[in-house]
Every structure is written in structure tokens, then in C-alpha cells.
């Protein structure tokens, strides 16, 4: 079992830059692919990036494509989210999750385990 705790979150203007961590504990991260999902207010939790163990698989959302950027650091056990060009439609809380699935899915309901999430405005 993995358990994963983000940060970096935060208040930005728009057409600023976040980036967000998730740290794993447990089980070693290479173990997982990871997915990086948000939930806006009212809204259902929707995919943003999934990287694979190796990194050489990633998926992103078309409206995050050319703006956010998934990476991981296995030997850090750690996976990051670049977030550029950062829109006020950007605005959620962003969870990273970890699935042991053979391949690298973008639907919430597959992934295994999850952290607490971190919270990204984006003003105007």
C-alpha cells in the first residue's frame, strides 16, 4: 500500500505558474503508474495527466495539453505537475492518485489510492 501527500498548491494569477508534488510513502512509487485528477466546486473529479512507471507513457487532457507538464523522480518517490499559463478555469483542488494497473488510465474510478488533494486558485 501506498500513501501519497500533495503540495504546492495555491492563489495565482492567471497566466502564472504552479507546481505541484506528490510524495509517496510505503510502497516504492515505481511500483505505480500516477495520475494527477481536480475537482472544481459542483463539478465531477476530472482527469488532468497520468504518467506510467517509467515514465515513458503520459496522457493528458486536451485542456491542459502544451500548458501542464507531468514528471517523476522514482529515486525521490515523488511525481510532479507543472502547471504554466494557469487559467481561472484551472481552479480546483488537485488530488494525485497511484494505480497498479498494467496500463496508464485517465478514469478516477481505476485508481487504487489518493491523497488529500491541495487546493489551486487561479484569480483574473
Known amino acids: 500500500q501506498v500513501q501519497l501527500v500533495e503540495s504546492g498548491g495555491g492563489l495565482v494569477q492567471a497566466g502564472g505558474s504552479l507546481r505541484l508534488s506528490c510524495a509517496a510513502s510505503?510502497?516504492?512509487?515505481?511500483?505505480?503508474?500516477m495520475g494527477w485528477f481536480r475537482q472544481a466546486p459542483g463539478k465531477e473529479r476530472e482527469f488532468v495527466a497520468a504518467?506510467?512507471?517509467?515514465?515513458?507513457?503520459?496522457r493528458y487532457a486536451d485542456s491542459v495539453k502544451g500548458r501542464f507538464t507531468i514528471s517523476r523522480d522514482n529515486a525521490k518517490n515523488t511525481v510532479y505537475l507543472q502547471m504554466n499559463s494557469l487559467k481561472p478555469e484551472d481552479t480546483a483542488v488537485y488530488y494525485c492518485?497511484?494505480?497498479?494497473?498494467?496500463?496508464?488510465?485517465?478514469?478516477?474510478?481505476?485508481?487504487?489510492?489518493w491523497g488529500q488533494g491541495t487546493q489551486v486558485t487561479v484569480s483574473s
Open positions: 492518485a497511484a494505480d497498479d494497473n498494467i496500463w496508464v488510465l485517465t478514469t478516477a474510478l481505476q485508481y487504487d489510492y
Open positions: 504518467i506510467g512507471r517509467s515514465g515513458g507513457t503520459i
Open positions: 510505503g510502497r516504492t512509487l515505481n511500483s505505480y503508474n
